[in-house]
């Protein structure tokens, strides 16, 4: 069972980037699709993004001028960046694993997720 | 493209929980379902509409008709109860942008 581990700096101040990266384990990032999906405290989930096995990237209409994932194939990691943060990013980011990508797509392994916070 | 969910459902121990994800197009992409426990990560329940994950209960189960589906779960478990999120994808841009529905609150009384 492949294992997705987020990491990053749990506070960023207002107007700057929000850097995360997850690290795939027991499973080759070469395959699938990888994706990061967040959660604003007591809120529902968002989508953000994902970038294929062949690099391919599609984000969030909402956020697309902002962000930007990536993936590195040597260190099994793939990761986010969204610029020009406010407190309305603050959220729990979780990096996920994606199946089906020729049925539409799903998600069938997560990391534990990792509390951002946007503040100064 | 939206998915639209109930905010709360209820249901007592043992009885049938139904869960409903409204689509608001036509053309509907396949629908997926998580349920998610507090302080913990979505876990996936049903894939491609009905089909069940390995190590997913039995008593789990999806089925749709037309731009709505549903996840049923029968005999509920005091377990069960959790925020429950439906998933599908919009691709009639020619890509696929991924929807989540605004969740579901399962209580077992």
């Known amino acids: 069972q492949v294992q997705l581990q987020e990491s990053g700096p749990g506070l960023v101040k207002p107007s700057e980037t929000l850097s995360l990266t997850c690290t795939v384990s027991n499973g080759s990032i070469s395959s699938y699709a990888w994706s990061w999906i967040r959660q604003p405290p007591g809120k529902g989930l968002e989508w953000i993004g994902y970038?294929?096995?062949?690099?391919?990237?599609n984000y969030n209409p909402s956020l697309k001028s902002r962000v930007t994932i990536s993936l590195d194939t040597s260190k099994n990691q793939f990761s986010v960046k969204l610029n020009s943060v406010t407190a309305a990013d603050t959220a729990v980011y979780y990096c996920?694993?994606?199946?089906?990508?020729?049925?539409?797509?799903?998600?069938?392994?997560w990391g534990l997720g990792t509390l951002v916070t946007v503040s100064s | 493209y939206e998915l639209s969910q109930p905010p709360s459902v209820s249901v007592s121990p043992g009885q049938t929980a139904t869960i409903t994800c409204s689509a608001d197009a036509l053309a509907r992409q396949y629908t997926n379902w998580y349920r998610q426990k507090p302080g913990q990560a979505p876990v996936l329940v049903i894939h491609k509409d009905t089909e069940r994950p390995s190590g997913i209960p039995e008593r789990f189960s999806g089925s749709s008709s037309g731009t709505t589906v549903t996840l049923t779960i029968n005999g509920v478990q005091a377990e069960d109860e959790a925020d429950y999120y439906c998933?599908?994808?919009?691709?009639?841009?020619?890509?696929?942008?991924?929807?989540f529905g605004g969740g579901t609150k399962l209580t077992v009384l």
């Open positions: 970038i294929t096995d062949s690099g391919n990237s």
């Open positions: 998933q599908s994808a919009d691709t009639s841009v020619g890509d696929r942008d991924v929807v």
């Open positions: 996920a694993k994606g199946r089906g990508f020729s049925y539409g797509m799903w998600f069938d392994s």
